[in-house]
């Protein structure tokens, strides 16, 4: 591959590894969410999304990233997050 083609292939390559990151995050994601329904804890956390986002935002910035950018980001993350959590807590069972 030469020029654009091996670019392509370099982000193709990166984003097979961030879906496969968000995979896993939302693996453990679903164990959090069956403890927390096993332990009456309430699926919203609200301090810990916003520290979530500050640490976030913080680490973007670190590697030359928009603290905004990664803020909305894990705003998506987090609002799929909570989807799925709600979704386990409030199944039958």
Do not use: W
């Given at each position: ?7 392509r ?25 069956n403890?927390k ?36 980001l ?8 909570c ?11």
């Amino acid at each position: 591959m030469s020029g654009l083609e091996g670019f392509r292939a370099e982000i193709d390559a990166v984003d097979s590894q961030i879906v496969e990151a968000l995979a896993k995050r939302f693996e453990i994601c679903q164990r959090v969410a069956n403890f927390k329904k096993q332990h009456g804890i309430a699926m919203m956390q609200p301090e810990r999304v916003e520290a979530v986002k500050q640490r976030r935002r913080e680490l973007g910035m670190q590697y030359g990233l928009d603290g905004d950018f990664m803020v909305a980001l894990y705003s998506l993350i987090i609002q799929e997050t909570c989807r799925m959590e709600d979704e386990i807590i409030e199944a039958q069972g």
